[in-house]
Nanobody, 121 residues
Framework: QVQLVESGGGSVQPGGSLRLSCVVS????????MGWYRQAPGQQRELVAA???????NYADSVKGRFTISRDNAKNTVDLQMNSLKPEDTAVYYC???????????????WGQGTQVTVSS
């Protein structure tokens, strides 16, 4: 059983900040990449930010300089600090993780249930 539990979504005015957190619960052998995606109404799900187990990061151009992804390997968490939020950041944000469970020889990608972020005045 693998669970990804997200928290930290909500409503904020333009220019405001939010911090999303995702906790991974599983019989974990190893966690590889972790990331955040988002999906706005009528749009495809898109990558927001990702971080490897070597702490290399990748950001969508639209969030560079405003969002920061980080991970805590001891706590199996991945966070997304979002600053200078814009109305176009409004979406459901999904945490994802590539992990290998104990006793399983390959890694799989798992997704959280999503958390709503609304940026509006």
């Amino acid at each position: 059983q693998v669970q990804l539990v997200e928290s930290g979504g909500g409503s904020v005015q333009p220019g405001g900040s939010l911090r999303l957190s995702c906790v991974v619960s599983a019989n974990i052998f190893s966690i590889y990449a972790m990331g955040w995606y988002r999906q706005a109404p009528g749009q495809q799900r898109e990558l927001v930010a990702a971080i490897t187990n070597g702490d290399n990061t990748n950001y969508a151009d639209s969030v560079k300089g405003r969002f920061t992804i980080s991970r805590d390997n001891a706590k199996n968490t991945v966070d997304l600090q979002m600053n200078s939020l814009k109305p176009e950041d409004t979406a459901v944000y999904y945490c994802n993780v590539d992990l290998q469970r104990i006793g399983v020889g390959v890694k799989f990608r798992y997704w959280g249930q999503g958390t709503q972020v609304t940026v509006s005045s």
